[in-house]
């Protein structure tokens, strides 16, 4: 999508740090950190949010699931805990209308969220 901050990250319009990427996903560091690890997970496709995906995109999100916790392994965070939070429209916090699931850790989480 031509004005999306993602799609721009992924196509390399737009610098990132990177921290993986495969043919179907990559993760890069946020921003704007909110925790001591805050990595997004975001799709190479455009996807507005999860209710734009489609049953034939469930291997997709099986996926990112999977590397989000490999990642913590590799990051030594996986046995303290970590969280992954993907957001849905204006209403839950949804800021980037490209899909995007973040890996939170480092810190004691409070439940529920804020
Ligand atoms: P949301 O609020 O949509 O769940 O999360 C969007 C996240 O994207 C926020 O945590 C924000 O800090 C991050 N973000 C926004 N713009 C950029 C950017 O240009 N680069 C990076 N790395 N992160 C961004
Ligand atoms: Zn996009």
Aim: some cysteine; overall charge negative.
């Amino acid at each position: 999508m031509e004005d999306c901050i993602f799609c721009k990250i992924v196509d390399g319009r737009l610098p990132a740090k990177k921290v993986y990427e495969d043919e179907l996903i990559i993760a890069i560091e946020d921003i704007s950190p909110v925790a001591p690890v805050h990595l997004l997970l975001i799709p190479k496709r455009h996807f507005v949010n999860s209710l734009d995906m489609q049953v034939s995109d469930r291997e997709l999100v099986g996926h990112i699931f999977l590397v989000a916790a490999e990642i913590a392994r590799s990051k030594g965070i996986a046995e303290n805990g970590f969280r992954i939070v993907n957001n849905n429209n204006a209403g839950a916090g949804q800021s980037v209308f490209h899909i995007h699931f973040h890996l939170l850790a480092g810190r004691t989480f409070t439940w529920p969220p804020g």
